[in-house]
């Protein structure tokens, strides 16, 4: 049983003596492009509006009545969200002008990405 188990472990690291090495060149005409990732998509939050007209709101339009008044109010889930939606579109535009920045960086020569 040994001299079976002798055998393809011989011939195993004989193999290693026949090994050659392989050289890889790369062709230097084409040039190396890198496309980085796009930002991620816009997760905008709903915001709810409540429209406080003249029906919901007769001690305001008392104080002015000579005006056409209308009034847009926001819950305060609503503003939160409003102000998470004002955060995610920060990012989105920095996220875009890091992508800008790059190609005008890799392309400075190219009129197209100015």
Not at 45 to 57: A, I, P, Q, Y
Request: charged residues 25%; glycine residues 0%; contains cysteine.
């Amino acid at each position: 049983m040994k001299p079976l188990l002798i055998i393809p472990v011989v011939l195993f690291l004989a193999s290693c003596a026949f090994t050659r090495e392989v050289e890889v060149t790369a062709d230097t005409e084409d040039p190396i492009v890198i496309h980085p990732n796009p930002p991620d998509q816009l997760a905008l939050k709903e915001v709810e509006w409540l429209v406080l007209n003249r029906e919901r709101l007769e001690q305001i339009l008392a104080e002015n009545p000579d005006q056409d008044v209308v009034l847009f109010a926001l819950t305060a889930k609503g503003y939160e969200n409003l102000s998470l939606n004002m955060q995610e579109l920060l990012r989105y535009v920095q996220d875009q002008k890091a992508i800008i920045l790059y190609y005008r960086r890799a392309f400075p020569a190219n009129p197209t990405i100015e």
